[in-house]
């Protein structure tokens, strides 16, 4: 199926690449379908879009790779509304704020997406804010530290490059 | 909306299964007990107010891609320069 996208144009999305809100998130209530997007260019950033909307996706992040001692309060009921994941089942995302000034880029920790993979439902759980899961918890750190652990992968295929250049001349 | 007036110690029953108790007033405070079964999420209103706000702050941003990745791409290099500009002071 083809749906519409202001941020990504068409992307080819499949039936089971949907993923159905019983409630929506907050703010789009009257959404209920979303589709997570893969988009290289902006990794680790992925993008929760709306499939009714195309207006509507916030970026996503693992919050554990900008927090990796986070914690998730969730209760069984809100479990069983996604229908009762396994832990290898549930995918734990988290809305950003991306401004123009990336320094400022947050996440909110304090109302993950959590999403089961093999029922393909999901549920945004509100948490009662505190410091250690703020709603606009600093990603700075943590996407520049990701972006230079990439950047120091890179030389190793670099200097393979080179090598064969060399044998060339 | 249905407005109740209630004193010191009493409390409100909702659905026969939650007990809302006023526990302290103190000026412009009230502190409330709650009593509700488990499978009752008790959230403050703001918190959910503020979650809406979020995500749909989150949806209007990272409108720009390339600004923002330029901007990472020059973060990314930015921790790199560390040698002071000490030049100038001779």
Known sequence: ?169 | MLVLTRKLEESLLLGGEIRITVLGVNGDKVRLGIDAPRTVKVLRGETVDQTRDANRLSASSGMNLAAIFKDAAQAMEAPRVETPKEEKQD
């Open chain 1, 1 to 169: 199926m083809i749906i519409e996208t202001h941020r990504f144009g068409r992307p080819p999305i499949t039936p089971d690449h949907i993923i159905s809100f019983g409630e929506g998130l907050h703010g789009f209530e009257q959404l209920k379908r979303y589709a997570i997007i893969l988009c290289e260019a902006t990794e680790p950033i992925q993008w929760l879009q709306a499939v009714d909307d195309p207006t509507v996706s916030l970026p996503i992040i693992n919050p554990f790779l900008i927090k990796p001692d986070y914690e998730l309060d969730v209760d069984d009921a809100e479990l069983h509304s996604i229908g009762t994941p396994s832990v290898e089942e549930i995918l734990i995302v988290n809305a950003m704020v991306l401004p123009e000034k990336i320094r400022e880029a947050t996440v909110n920790l304090s109302a993950p997406v959590l999403i089961n993979l093999r029922s393909k439902q999901g549920r945004q759980i509100v948490m009662e804010y505190s410091q250690a899961n703020a709603i606009r918890y600093p990603a700075f750190e943590a996407l520049a530290a990701y972006y230079r652990e990439q950047e120091a992968r890179k030389p190793e295929k670099k200097e393979q490059a080179d090598v064969s250049i060399n044998q060339k001349t």
